[in-house]
């Protein structure tokens, strides 16, 4: 475990003034850490003790697609915190970073989200009046609904060695809060972000040791669909975990948020703290809880116990603290509450036992925080450190399998990182499968994560990227393509509704029921309108990627709203007029996106199972070719490169199903494409 040999100390932070104050211009409202409508029902048919469930990889092959995986435990090393700028809840958040940075024998970070410069500077202000270091506060500056950031992401993953994230689904009813682990992927840490297609909050999922982790049973209520199998084979290709610990959650009544942090912490590999209900609380919470014991224990951990109760709706805990390296961040309430000294006195003992000498405890009062159903660690997110001293870097795309056609671009992606910063990256190819990189494509560039690539004129079945990282101290590192993919020599034909629709292209739309009317259906009938119908020019609309604006953009088709309880569904299909034997490779595309950061997923229809797919051996619901969440147009695509007659029937047809996994909200169509390479017939 991570300890030293210093004596453990408690920091008297406890009685710092948390007196809320009034919300300034750009704040967010308070809103809880439930959701709106309720706390999801509780399943009567819930275990009442874990289940353990192994990833067996059958659910299709879903990115990330090379690179070993791997979700880092909390209390594995960690470069600093990012936080959601708040002045409600009792200005909790200012205090956390005051106590994170003001320390100068800590050089941890707060990344600080917020919504304007205005707000930036009232930040900034209240951060020194309480003593941070604004040295370490690093501010981004992007859109948000509520506080709770642990629940919407990001959540850190490392990929081949370097820093990537999972994108998992929040709340429909906070899109802001939903887009934020891509913006700050993108526009801040300059990461990767995989949409991974799972509804769950992150404050229900805890990495553990040896790749485990833990979730509560909340995860099936949020995704009916997906078996514990699907569920666990999604962890396990977007986060590296191999054994997924299903623990029951707490009753409604007793715990508004089902989520596990509300009542287990994992404090290292060795030690767990599980709270430890007052008689005569609910019977089912002290069964839940005390069921976790035996469990944790027959996994190796030692168990801690802090209490916990009701007061009314409002659910009592110590577990929802966080840990900073040798920092452990806990709750204490006696100074909004008195009477609640004993409890904290409690905690404080088992805490200390847990952490064991050289950690030192931060109290943090909570007491105004907790009605919300949230408190500390519901509020962060831990931002993983590298401690390499040279980089390390990360081919991304091409991984290998693809095909390349002579003199187009393509979007090359890596990802790099450092102690301190990858200063700069190269790039070559390689046409022997790696043996040797002569060939230079770019040298000095930013780390930026991408590079629109002009493919040579060099035919090869066998080339590779290499990416090579520097840092400022000229360290580098080296990494190829995982597998070999192909430039050739081919023509490449681009369909798409640039000229209009009818001949060789249709568009339908607008919504479905429920998937069962697309089961194994290539024209549903609820489907059969062309979007032209619709509304004149929707065509022209989807005939380029032109637009820029907002959700009104004119340069978009905008799908009439489903009614309530549908989904929205649109078929584009072309008639290919290239044999498929002589096709190489088949590029689909479709940009645009959901409203409210409504994930639209793409498939493809295949002729011989009579299915929508994944091309990749999985059909039906789930088993998509691409998906994407966002506030802003974004890409959906794929290649198809075999079994290439299973798509394309004998009358030419391709059929592409753009599908919106969540009811009663339009989705928005800037363009849709499919691009043919292939090669002339004998």
Same mark, same amino acid.
């Given at each position: 475990?991570?300890?030293?040999?210093?004596?453990?100390?408690?920091? %008297?932070?406890?009685?710092?003034?948390?007196?809320?104050?009034?919300?300034?211009?750009?704040?967010?409202?308070?809103?809880?850490?439930?959701?709106?409508?309720?706390?999801?029902?509780?399943?009567?048919?819930?275990?009442?003790?874990?289940?353990?469930?192994?990833?067996?990889?059958?659910?299709?092959?879903?990115?990330?697609?090379?690179? #070993?995986?791997?979700?880092?435990?909390?209390?594995?090393?960690?470069?600093?915190?990012?936080?959601?700028?708040?002045?409600?809840?009792?200005?909790?958040?200012?205090?956390?970073?005051?106590?994170?940075?003001?320390? /100068?024998? +800590?050089?941890?970070?707060?990344?600080?989200?917020?919504?304007?410069?205005?707000?930036?500077?009232?930040?900034?202000? =209240?951060?020194?009046?309480?003593?941070?270091?604004?040295?370490?506060?690093?501010?981004?500056?992007?859109?948000?609904?509520?506080?709770?950031?642990?629940?919407? *992401?990001?959540?850190?993953?490392?990929? =081949?060695?370097?820093?990537?994230?999972?994108?998992?689904?929040?709340?429909?009813?906070?899109?802001?809060?939903?887009?934020?682990?891509?913006?700050?992927?993108?526009? +801040?840490?300059?990461?990767?972000?995989?949409?991974?297609?799972?509804?769950?909050?992150?404050?229900?999922?805890?990495?553990?040791?040896?790749?485990?982790?833990?979730?509560?049973?909340?995860?099936?209520?949020?995704?009916?669909?997906?078996?514990?199998?699907?569920?666990?084979?999604?962890?396990?290709?977007?986060?590296?975990?191999?054994?997924? +610990?299903?623990?029951?959650?707490?009753?409604?009544?007793?715990? &508004?948020?089902?989520?596990?942090?509300?009542?287990?912490?994992?404090?290292?590999?060795?030690?767990?703290?599980?709270?430890?209900?007052?008689?005569? !609380?609910?019977?089912?919470?002290?069964?839940?809880?005390?069921?976790?014991?035996?469990?944790?224990?027959?996994?190796?951990?030692?168990?801690?116990?802090?209490?916990?109760?009701?007061?009314? !709706?409002?659910?009592?805990?110590?577990?929802?603290?966080?840990?900073?390296?040798?920092?452990?961040?806990?709750?204490?309430?006696?100074? &909004?509450?008195? %009477?609640?000294?004993?409890?904290?006195?409690?905690?404080?003992?088992?805490?200390?036992?847990? %952490?064991?000498?050289?950690?030192?405890?931060?109290?943090?009062?909570?007491?105004?925080?907790?009605?919300?159903?949230?408190?500390?660690?519901?509020?962060?997110?831990?931002?993983?450190?590298?401690?390499?001293?040279?980089?390390?870097?990360?081919?991304?795309?091409?991984?290998?399998?693809?095909?390349?056609?002579?003199?187009?671009?393509?979007?090359?992606?890596?990802?790099?990182?450092?102690?301190?910063?990858?200063?700069?990256?190269?790039?070559?190819?390689?046409?022997?499968? =790696?043996?040797?990189?002569?060939?230079?494509?770019?040298?000095?560039?930013?780390?930026?994560?991408?590079?629109?690539?002009?493919? /040579?004129?060099?035919?090869?079945?066998?080339?590779?990227?290499?990416?090579?990282?520097?840092?400022?101290? =000229? $360290?580098?590192?080296?990494?190829?393509?995982?597998?070999?993919?192909?430039?050739?020599?081919?023509?490449?034909?681009?369909?798409?509704?640039?000229?209009?629709?009818?001949?060789?292209?249709?568009?339908?739309?607008?919504?479905?029921?429920?998937?069962?009317?697309?089961?194994?259906?290539?024209? /549903?009938?609820?489907?059969?309108?062309?979007?032209?119908?619709?509304?004149?020019?929707?065509?022209?609309?989807?005939?380029?990627?032109?637009?820029? *604006?907002?959700?009104?953009?004119?340069?978009?088709?905008?799908?009439?709203?489903?009614?309530?309880?549908?989904?929205?569904?649109?078929?584009?299909?072309?008639?290919?007029?290239?044999?498929?034997?002589?096709?190489?490779?088949?590029?689909?595309?479709?940009?645009?996106?959901?409203?409210?950061?409504?994930?639209?997923?793409?498939?493809?229809?295949? $002729?011989?199972? $009579?299915?929508?797919?994944?091309?990749? *051996?999985?059909? *039906?619901?789930?088993?998509?070719?691409?998906?994407?969440?966002?506030?802003?147009?974004?890409?959906?695509?794929?290649? #198809?490169?075999?079994?290439?007659?299973?798509?394309?029937?004998?009358?030419?047809?391709?059929?592409?199903?753009?599908?919106?996994?969540?009811?009663?909200?339009?989705?928005?169509?800037?363009?849709?494409?499919?691009?043919?390479?292939?090669?002339?017939?004998?």
């Amino acid at each position: 475990m991570i300890r030293n040999t210093l004596a453990l100390t408690i920091l %008297a932070l406890s009685t710092l003034s948390l007196t809320a104050t009034a919300l300034p211009q750009g704040d967010e409202l308070p809103l809880p850490r439930w959701r709106e409508g309720g706390t999801p029902p509780d399943d009567p048919n819930q275990s009442l003790v874990p289940i353990p469930v192994k990833a067996a990889k059958t659910f299709g092959d879903m990115p990330p697609t090379s690179g #070993l995986i791997a979700s880092p435990p909390e209390y594995s090393p960690t470069e600093g915190v990012l936080f959601r700028y708040t002045t409600s809840y009792g200005n909790v958040v200012t205090q956390l970073v005051a106590a994170l940075t003001g320390d /100068p024998n +800590h050089d941890e970070k707060a990344y600080v989200l917020v919504s304007s410069a205005a707000q930036q500077t009232t930040a900034s202000n =209240g951060f020194a009046a309480a003593g941070a270091d604004l040295s370490k506060v690093v501010f981004f500056i992007e859109p948000t609904d509520s506080v709770w950031a642990r629940d919407y *992401g990001p959540h850190f993953v490392w990929q =081949g060695n370097t820093l990537t994230l999972a994108d998992s689904h929040y709340y429909p009813t906070r899109p802001l809060d939903n887009f934020i682990p891509t913006l700050v992927a993108e526009n +801040h840490f300059i990461v990767p972000p995989y949409p991974m297609g799972l509804y769950y909050s992150g404050g229900n999922f805890q990495p553990g040791p040896n790749r485990s982790g833990f979730v509560t049973s909340l995860i099936n209520t949020d995704n009916p669909d997906l078996t514990n199998q699907q569920i666990a084979d999604l962890y396990q290709d977007y986060q590296g975990i191999d054994t997924l +610990h299903i623990m029951p959650r707490l009753p409604s009544t007793v715990d &508004g948020t089902g989520h596990i942090d509300m009542w287990m912490y994992l404090v290292d590999e060795d030690d767990v703290i599980i709270s430890q209900f007052k008689p005569g !609380s609910n019977p089912t919470a002290i069964q839940v809880t005390d069921n976790a014991v035996p469990y944790m224990q027959s996994l190796g951990f030692t168990v801690h116990r802090t209490p916990a109760w009701n007061v009314g !709706s409002t659910h009592y805990t110590y577990t929802n603290a966080f840990r900073v390296n040798d920092r452990i961040f806990v709750i204490s309430y006696a100074s &909004g509450n008195p %009477a609640y000294a004993a409890d904290d006195a409690a905690s404080m003992t088992a805490w200390q036992a847990a %952490a064991g000498p050289g950690v030192t405890l931060v109290p943090i009062n909570c007491y105004q925080i907790i009605p919300a159903a949230g408190a500390i660690h519901c509020i962060v997110m831990q931002v993983p450190r590298y401690t390499a001293p040279t980089p390390s870097v990360h081919v991304m795309n091409p991984d290998g399998g693809e095909a390349f056609a002579m003199a187009q671009t393509y979007d090359l992606r890596w990802s790099a990182t450092d102690d301190e910063q990858v200063s700069s990256v190269d790039l070559f190819y390689s046409t022997d499968g =790696g043996s040797t990189y002569p060939n230079l494509i770019a040298a000095g560039l930013p780390d930026t994560g991408h590079y629109s690539w002009k493919i /040579p004129l060099k035919s090869t079945p066998n080339a590779k990227v290499r990416a090579v990282a520097y840092d400022n101290l =000229g $360290n580098s590192a080296t990494a190829d393509s995982t597998n070999t993919f192909e430039m050739t020599r081919t023509r490449r034909k681009i369909y798409d509704f640039s000229s209009g629709a009818g001949v060789n292209k249709w568009a339908w739309g607008s919504s479905t029921a429920t998937w069962n009317d697309l089961n194994g259906v290539r024209y /549903p009938p609820s489907v059969n309108t062309e979007i032209e119908a619709l509304a004149v020019g929707n065509y022209a609309r989807i005939a380029a990627s032109d637009a820029t *604006g907002g959700d009104t953009d004119p340069n978009r088709y905008i799908s009439p709203v489903p009614v309530s309880g549908g989904e929205s569904t649109h078929i584009f299909e072309f008639t290919i007029n290239e044999p498929s034997s002589c096709i190489v490779a088949l590029d689909l595309l479709w940009e645009g996106y959901g409203d409210q950061c409504l994930q639209m997923e793409l498939y493809v229809w295949d $002729n011989v199972a $009579n299915n929508w797919c994944d091309a990749n *051996g999985a059909f *039906g619901a789930n088993a998509y070719l691409a998906n994407f969440a966002g506030n802003v147009d974004g890409r959906l695509e794929a290649q #198809l490169r075999t079994n290439l007659a299973n798509y394309i029937d004998a009358n030419g047809r391709l059929t592409l199903l753009v599908y919106a996994e969540r009811s009663a909200q339009e989705s928005f169509c800037d363009y849709a494409s499919v691009a043919v390479l292939y090669k002339n017939c004998p």
